[in-house]
């Protein structure tokens, strides 16, 4: 058989195109992914309870459920010692009650239980309360840490505008930062808070230490970059850092950055990154 030069080229073009579309050439080039989800912040008609599940499957042994409730309403909440329960409060006013103590649910404000098995969320008539509610399977190892931690209380409570500053190299001095929870808490968990107007942004950088979510706070309006993916992210919002990714935040003129991040540690070796965080009252000089 006889092959011309025009065939053989044919045969180079087809022989290309094959490679091209191979799943060995498509991975290379697949990009990565920010994983963004809204929450409904409307009530159903008629209902005092609402919940819907976020963001599921992205963080292993991890449960996130966002919980609304319209008063008058006095709602249970069940706990196992075998999950971290973290509820943070977004939106509305309440009331929780542990026992015979209890503390005044505003916006922007953190619970969680700590040597109880369940709570009741009070929620007065016409008003309407919403919070996300976190379930994090604790290792044997967590539980034996726990064991050692000197959480006397019932519950930790506190409201984001109570807790203490910090600063970092990779936000500008017009960031206010502030950690909600610190190390000795829960383990293997920490959470803060970013606030900036724009023009601003919080610089590149990496942790393949952690799996780390944002929560939009209200007023949010930012833009998140992973690698070489982009996505909006808006108050009322979960978003996903892609794990090991080089990631920034940027907020446009006239606009607000208001967001708290979660770090969900793999190890407990991998706390020592928290060190990077400045507390405001021992180091003024960071910048």
Not at 226 to 235: Q, W
Request: hydrophobic share 40%; charged share 25%.
């Amino acid at each position: 058989m006889k092959f011309n030069m025009l065939s053989i080229q044919k045969i180079f073009v087809a022989a290309f195109l094959v490679l091209l579309v191979s799943p060995a050439f498509v991975s290379c080039s697949k990009t990565t992914e920010i994983v963004v989800q809204e929450m409904q912040m409307e009530l159903p008609v008629g209902d005092s309870v609402f919940k819907e599940i976020v963001l599921p499957g992205e963080i292993a042994d991890m449960q996130i459920e966002h919980l609304a409730l319209k008063g008058p309403i006095d709602h249970r909440v069940l706990f196992s010692n075998r999950y971290a329960s973290l509820l943070i409060f977004i939106k509305g006013n309440g009331r929780l009650v542990a026992d015979t103590t209890f503390f005044e649910l505003v916006p922007e404000s953190i619970a969680i239980p700590l040597e109880c098995s369940e709570l009741t969320i009070k929620v007065n008539p016409e008003e309407e309360l919403h919070f996300i509610r976190f379930s994090k399977k604790l290792t044997d190892e967590d539980l034996e840490l726990l064991k050692t931690y000197p959480n006397e209380e019932t519950v930790f409570f506190t409201r984001f505008e109570d807790c203490e500053a910090y600063t970092e190299k990779i936000k500008s001095p017009n960031t206010v930062s502030r950690t909600v929870l610190p190390e000795g808490v829960i383990p293997r968990v920490a959470l803060g808070t970013v606030e900036a107007p724009g023009p601003d942004e919080v610089g590149a950088h990496k942790h393949p230490m952690l799996d780390q979510l944002f929560l939009g706070l209200t007023n949010n309006h930012v833009t998140v970059h992973a690698d070489g993916a982009s996505a909006a992210f808006k108050e009322y919002s979960l978003l996903h850092i892609p794990i090991g990714s080089s990631h920034w935040v940027s907020v446009d003129e006239n606009k607000k950055m208001h967001y708290m991040w979660m770090d969900f540690f793999l190890t407990i070796e991998g706390q020592e990154w928290l060190k990077t965080h400045k507390p405001i009252s021992t180091d003024k000089n960071d910048y």
